[in-house]
């Protein structure tokens, strides 16, 4: 099923949210960042972190057409360094903001799928 995108902690911190369990009601609230601009990811992959100290990051979806998919990347690929820093030394929200940081960026990211590899992605503004 296609998806045109996600709602994930760039979204939901703009808010403060209110469940109203007795009338089945949620409210959004707007919060002190709720002004602030964001991009969406640019990159076309979702993935998540697991592991030790969640320091693998692991591919769960590649949008058809996107910068991931013609970068050459699969599902439970495992990017193991983005621009040759180990994906181990950062965050889950520095690596969403690389991904999410500047239209046309191109990135070196090194995989791991049954070997080694790396590969380049260009970053698209997709909305």
């Given at each position: 099923?296609?998806?045109?995108?996600?709602?994930?902690?760039?979204?939901?911190k703009k808010?403060?949210?209110?469940?109203?369990?007795?009338?089945?009601?949620?409210?959004?609230?707007?919060?002190?960042?709720?002004?602030?601009?964001?991009?969406?990811?640019?990159?076309?992959?979702?993935?998540?972190?697991?592991?030790?100290g969640f320091?693998?990051?692991?591919?769960?979806?590649?949008?058809?057409?996107?910068?991931?998919?013609?970068?050459?990347?699969?599902?439970?690929?495992?990017?193991?360094?983005?621009?040759?820093?180990?994906?181990?030394?950062?965050?889950?929200?520095?690596?969403?903001?690389?991904?999410?940081s500047r239209?046309?960026?191109?990135?070196?990211?090194?995989?791991?799928?049954?070997?080694?590899?790396?590969?380049?992605?260009?970053?698209?503004?997709?909305?």
């Open positions: 099923m296609p998806r045109d995108g996600n709602l994930g902690v760039d979204v939901l808010f403060r949210i209110v469940f109203d369990y007795t009338n089945n009601v949620m409210y959004l609230i707007s919060s002190l960042g709720f002004g602030e601009s964001f991009e969406h990811d640019m990159s076309g992959l979702e993935y998540y972190a697991t592991g030790n320091s693998h990051i692991i591919i769960a979806r590649v949008e058809p057409g996107s910068p991931g998919d013609k970068a050459g990347l699969e599902e439970d690929d495992e990017i193991t360094a983005i621009n040759f820093k180990p994906v181990s030394s950062m965050t889950l929200e520095q690596i969403d903001e690389i991904f999410r239209d046309n960026r191109i990135l070196f990211l090194d995989v791991y799928h049954d070997q080694k590899f790396t590969t380049l992605i260009t970053l698209k503004r997709r909305i």
